[in-house]
């Protein structure tokens, strides 16, 4: 089977990322098979670049990637006195001021953001290992189709560190405090059936039918109007922000509004 992105000229391709757009779908490959598509600061900076990159007619964007693994987390080579080439070490991070640590993983986050804009809706097609910044970046999409032979894995408090990478957040909210600070501190492996039964997991499939069942997913996504779809992903993203009473107006002015755009007497 051809690869999601095999027969489209690519938008971006760098550092381990290729950007590809098929009219309204969009997808970002993970492409560094070699190292288990390990990631590092220059592939941070090119999926952020993705994400600025990104045509007004995407509507879906697609994350995946190539090999058995999905991305086995961070770079060793960020653990070594050196690190990276032309990269501040995670020594240098530490010596350096407040301002210019907190600066420097913004920018690291800043690839793991733009995932759950309003106007996209984003999955993940995970396969094999989903490690650390791995699974934070699966946890950045909005929603995940996995392959039966996946194992996500939090170990960065086994390192002596914390998820950083945004994945806090979505994994209390999916699984709930007392899984993800189980998950968190014991750094152990979550596979196919649990991913799926406590909600990390939209859909868990075979390996050889996760790019069709992406595509399936997809095209239920493109098969409503784009604007009823941003709506309701705003209605949804907010609800934990607001009290049962105020989600209810904030429905109450979204109706509005599609109706309104329904009609032709919309703004």
Request: net charge negative; proline share 4%; aromatic share 6%.
């Amino acid at each position: 089977m051809a690869s999601l992105d095999s027969v489209i000229d690519p938008v971006l391709d760098k550092d381990g990322v290729r950007l590809t757009v098929d009219d309204a779908i969009a997808t970002v490959t993970l492409t560094n098979p070699a190292k288990r598509n390990a990631q590092s600061p220059a592939l941070w900076r090119a999926l952020t670049e993705a994400g600025r990159l990104l045509p007004g007619t995407v509507r879906v964007v697609v994350l995946r990637a190539e090999g058995k693994s999905f991305s086995a987390g961070l770079d060793r080579q960020a653990f070594t006195p050196e690190g990276f080439d032309g990269e501040p070490s995670f020594i240098d991070l530490a010596r350096g001021g407040d301002a210019e640590l907190d600066a420097t993983i913004a920018e690291y986050q800043a690839a793991f953001t733009w995932w759950r804009r309003s106007d996209i809706v984003s999955i993940a097609a995970v396969q094999g290992h989903a490690i650390g910044a791995g699974f934070q970046l699966a946890l950045a999409c909005d929603l995940r189709v996995v392959a039966d032979d996946v194992q996500f894995a939090m170990r960065e408090t086994s390192l002596g560190l914390v998820p950083d990478l945004t994945g806090t957040y979505p994994l209390v909210s999916l699984v709930g405090y007392a899984r993800a600070l189980e998950i968190c501190a014991t750094g152990r492996f979550v596979q196919a059936e649990e991913a799926e039964r406590t909600g990390l997991a939209n859909l868990a499939v075979p390996g050889d039918q996760l790019d069709d069942a992406v595509r399936d997913l997809a095209a239920a996504l493109l098969s409503a109007p784009r604007d009823a779809v941003i709506e309701t992903k705003a209605l949804l993203q907010g609800v934990g922000e607001r009290t049962y009473e105020e989600q209810r107006v904030a429905e109450r002015a979204a109706q509005g509004r599609r109706l309104r755009d329904l009609a032709g007497v919309g703004e």
